[in-house]
């Protein structure tokens, strides 16, 4: 349990970051934090159960999979919903 509070609350604080260096609507926001959190959790499971991997762990979480595909799916969420002010 406190695995899952660990990681769910390091993903928010990722997408609560890029927001802040981003910018945007509440709604853009909100966007960025639920993809933050499940590409936290698709990144543990990728770094676990596919690439096996052993760096930057704490405890049983895959901390370095995780942090990475919480960061890109982040940006990525904040790239699909830019306005295009030219339309």
Avoid at 2 to 10: A, D, R, S, V
Avoid at 20 to 43: E, H, P, R, Y
Avoid at 58 to 72: D, F, H, K, R
């Amino acid at each position: 349990m406190t695995t899952f509070l660990l990681g769910t609350l390091m993903a928010i604080a990722i997408g609560s970051l890029a927001h802040v260096v981003m910018g945007g609507t509440v709604g853009k926001f909100a966007a960025m934090l639920i993809s933050a959190v499940l590409g936290f959790w698709v990144g543990h499971l990728l770094g676990s159960l596919g690439m096996n991997f052993a760096w930057f762990n704490i405890g049983q979480l895959n901390a370095l999979p995780a942090i990475v595909l919480s960061a890109i799916c982040a940006i990525g969420a904040n790239w699909l919903l830019q306005q295009n002010p030219d339309r």
